[in-house]
């Protein structure tokens, strides 16, 4: 019989209970051995709960208990979620997690220590939620030299630029709906400015790399600039607006960047909509594949996190899990990165284009009906260096979108 502990019992927490008691005999069969949680760690009690008799309110009867053989840590967070998985990897337990801020900020280090006593650091969940992405980089894709994944990593802003897109609502609003309806915090800075997108690319971008991707290095800018006339324009082109989190090999050096873009009909992602979550990856034997499904969610992620279960009791005394090193990767400066660029310009095309023309290359002029006093227009393939330098010849620029080719 192998035990496990899960420390927290919110909703992914009480999702990996419910996926274990559901799916339990075929979990079971997979394993080859019986699965069987004996502990449940939470502040809280929960009379009249599934794990009622489970709940314990101190880790050190886990970490003791020579019996426990994997923790599952779904508390998120970096402490005190960092302390317990590292002193469980120390106490000879395997680890799985769903805690992407975690992984982005320690996972070579708690690596580092699975690998060393043979044991199993696991995080599938972390990134796209029940979309596995994690094992197929580190397994299916060993032969691959990655060029680029680009993904739409974050449910809760694809909803909301879904909503804008078709029902033509601003901002404000379907903020307010997706708060109503769970899909946003309270505090929604997280999703809405990048950076849960952030942290995850940069768990992806680690593992292709195979050197630590500092979150913090990484340029990230959120939704909250987007319009309903930013998506008035986006309908104009054909296009779609998406907040993408990218990391691409460029002339032997990664860049990584996450931002809103226009993408046309032809990108791949382009008709991901909703809560759900999407990842391109770009192999140099493989050549183009999609990994799509529900990206959040209690089931989806719990499921996940149950997968990882199972690896890690398959597989006892052995590390099955990619590793990358501590040695920091040095990004490409944003700088360098080259894209086309959406602009919007008060004033007129008539007094503007010769001058547009000449610093941004032949540009393509967008014009919208009800906007008389602006207008847009697209740049040539052109550094963001480049780009910067030439808007600020152009006070009269009241916003820019990078466009994803």
């Known amino acids: 019989m192998i ?25 079971n069969q997979r394993i080859g051995e019986e699965l069987e949680i004996k502990y449940v760690l939470d502040l809280r009690e929960f009379p009249g709960s599934p794990v009622e008799h489970l709940i314990t309110h101190d880790f050190e009867e886990i970490i003791k208990d020579e019996e426990v053989k994997i923790v599952v840590e779904v508390m998120g967070g970096i402490e005190p979620a960092y302390t317990f998985v590292k002193r469980s990897l120390l106490a000879g337990k395997s680890v799985a997690t769903s805690n992407k801020a975690l992984v982005a900020k320690h ?22 939620g029940g979309i596995p992405i994690i094992r197929p980089l580190t397994s299916s894709l ?18 909301m630029l879904s909503k804008m897109y078709y029902e033509n609502a601003d901002y404000d609003a379907v903020l307010k709906e997706a708060q109503e309806m769970g899909y946003a915090e309270r505090d929604p800075s997280a999703d809405v400015e990048g950076q849960d997108a952030c942290r995850k690319i940069a768990i992806l971008a680690s593992l292709i790399s195979g050197k630590c991707v500092d979150f913090e290095h990484i340029y990230t800018e959120g939704i909250t600039e987007i319009t309903t006339e930013d998506i008035g324009y986006a309908k104009a082109l054909d296009m ?33 909509e909703d809560v759900f979550n999407a990842i391109f990856v770009k192999g140099n034997m493989l ?16 499921s996940a996190v149950v997968g990882d279960i199972v690896e890690a009791a ?46 941004f290359g032949t540009v393509r002029i967008v014009k919208l009906p009800e906007l008389n006093s602006e207008f847009g227009f697209l740049t040539e393939v052109m550094s963001e ?19 994803e080719a």
């Not at 990655?146 to 993904?151: A, H």
Request: hydrophobic share 35%; with cysteine; charged share 25%.
């Open 3 to 27: 035990k496990i502990a899960v420390l927290g019992y919110g909703t992914v927490g009480s999702g990996v209970v419910e996926v274990i008691k559901t799916n339990g005999a075929l979990i």
């Open 107 to 128: 996972g070579a280090e708690l690596l580092s220590i699975a690998g060393e006593r043979n044991l199993n650091f696991l995080f599938e969940a972390s990134v796209g």
């Open 142 to 159: 060993t032969g691959d030299e990655v060029e680029e994944i680009t993904g739409i990593l974050n449910g809760t802003t694809n909803y």
């Open 240 to 272: 779609k607006i998406k907040l993408l989190a990218s990391c691409k090999r460029e002339d032997s050096q990664f860049g990584a960047i996450v931002a809103p873009h226009m993408i046309a009909k032809n990108h791949p992602l382009y008709n991901v």
């Open 287 to 302: 050549g183009d594949a999609m990994f799509y499904g529900s990206g959040a969610g209690k089931l989806p992620t719990a």
């Open 314 to 359: 398959k597989n006892p005394e052995r590390s099955v899990m990619g590793t990358w090193s501590g040695e920091t990767l040095e990004l490409k400066e944003k700088s360098d990165t080259k894209k086309r660029f959406f602009v919007r310009v008060k004033g007129s095309e008539e007094a503007l284009r010769e001058e547009l023309d000449k610093v």
């Open 385 to 403: 260096g480049d780009y910067e330098t030439g808007a600020k010849q152009f006070p009269q620029i009241c916003h820019m979108i990078r466009v």
